[in-house]
């Protein structure tokens, strides 16, 4: 025992065990300081990335009905073209320019309106000529519009969002000036030379224009979304005229051609049952009104809705544009309180839309026979691209309302089809567009190595410094030189079916850009700088 006594260690003082255990619990609670800020730091950062993720793409976080839950990387390639594209909207403005881009433009056209003390300088020239056609121009603002409610996430991930809300906000402008009653539309300015007197054009209660005046309704609608949360007031400007001319397109229907016969060589409408419908389908989602709903539903859409074969959607015909847009309210669940009636008439509308769909894709047993040898939708010689465009842009967006409800499959006749089917569909058709196709040519001008040169504009093809009227300005369309002012960011009427194109400004037919081909291929790069979910609801 003595010797066990003698192996035990010493007794430490009482002074020193209170000091070692001060020590000890000073390292401790340093210690657990350490760990609380080490969590505090890696969870404000893991905050971080989540918060600048939503703001990028808040339609990653779940929703009643989830889609993809992770961005995909940005396609640099669409990215940079959808930059270049944008541009034409520069191009073909009118009026007082504001924060200029384009070097070779000016102010313009801005006496127009004067003759009815109204201000029609704003707006966009149509195409390649000085002349403001209400109808084309309504349908590029309604397509702008539908593209920023989709993919405005994906455009503000490139930085180009900001553009297309200025870009629009330049035909909404000029639309809500154009009308000044509310059975009264300004459509068009005459084709006049600059310099000269441009009388303006209307539609009215005697001479009806329900075909332009439901379009405008429609532009007005869709974009009253677009600035609902940016800029209340004027959201509710675009809402009230858009009804007032719906209600004035249906009360005195009648097509603007015959109204405003000269028209017919530029813009011929064929009908107007398709743009009442398109126009009562955005405000339906502008403003919830049940009424629009039966209006397309149980009450037109036997008259109108055009139950057979699909159609091609372009200016003229907006039937399969309708189609998917209201098909999207069965993907996405926006149904609530719809008649069974109603309900009926909807699934008639998806119907048509699944059927559109089913015609573009190849290997589909009624897959269209319209195209060319190396793919691409074809329809007409003239402005060509507006149907591929027109087509691809409404097949990636079916694509993104399967992906985002989970829907898993598109039957065609029985074969089946998934929402990548349709994606890769339009890749290819995007591809082609921007090169990949046998003249190994981009059709959007300024992307690209080769492009045309010669294309049919006059803005573009006269010197800037040139004082040229209206008639004199046919030396330069017929000089043998390239354009020497470059119309970035134009969509040429593009090739014929056998895969050719001849780079000629007297070949209206392939050579000559629209504000419309410009404002699908907007949107159908904007679907495709990513993937993710679209969002539920345009509220």
Known sequence: MEAIKKLKPPKTPPKEVEAITKNVEVKKNEFWGWCVLASFLALLVISCGVYTLVKLFPNFLPHNKPGPNRP?????????????????????????????????????????????????????????????????????????SWAILEYGERMAA?????????????????????????????????????????????VNASFPGSDVAAEVAAAMASASLVFKKIDPDYSFTLRTNAEELFAFADLYRGAYSVSIPQVKKFYNSTGYGDELLWAASWLYYATRDPSYLKYLTVINGDVFGNWGDPSWFSWDDKHAGTQVLLARMNFLGE????????????????????????????????????????????VSEWNALQYSLAAT?????????????????????????????????????????LGKNPMEMSYLVGYGMDYPRYIHHRGSSIPVDSRTNCRE??????SPDPNPNIPTGAVVGGPFMNETYVDNRTNH???????YNSAFIVGLLSGLLTTASVPQSFG
């Open 473 to 478: 300005g046919f030396k330069w369309y017929d």
């Open 72 to 144: 995909g990387p940005i396609a640099r390639n669409y990215a940079d073209a959808l930059g270049i594209a944008f541009q034409f909207f520069d191009v073909q403005r009118s009026g007082k320019l504001v924060n200029n881009r384009i070097s070779w433009r000016g102010d313009s056209a801005l006496r127009d309106g004067s003759d009815r003390n109204l201000d029609l300088s704003k707006g966009l020239y149509d195409a390649g000529d000085n002349v403001k056609f209400g109808f084309p121009m309504a349908f590029t603002a309604t397509l702008l």
């Open 335 to 378: 149904k609530d309180g719809i008649s069974p009636d109603e309900n009926a008439k909807l699934q008639m509308y998806t119907r048509m839309a699944q059927a559109t769909m089913c015609t573009l894709l190849p290997g589909s047993p009624s897959a269209t026979s319209s195209r060319t040898a190396g793919g691409l939708i074809w």
């Open 158 to 202: 490139v930085e180009q969002l900001g553009q297309a809300q200025d870009s629009l906000k330049w035909i909404t402008d000029f639309l809500i000036n154009a009308h000044p009653s509310p059975n009264e539309l300004y459509v068009q300015e005459r084709p006049e030379g600059m310099s000269e007197r441009r009388p303006a054009a209307q």
């Open 509 to 515: 037919r392939q050579a000559e850009p629209t504000t």
């Open 393 to 433: 842009f409404l097949a990636v967006l079916y694509s993104d309302y399967m992906a985002t409800s989970q829907v898993q499959t598109l039957f065609c006749d029985g074969t089946t089809f998934s929402s990548k089917d349709l994606r890769h569909f339009a890749i290819t058709q995007a591809d082609y567009v």
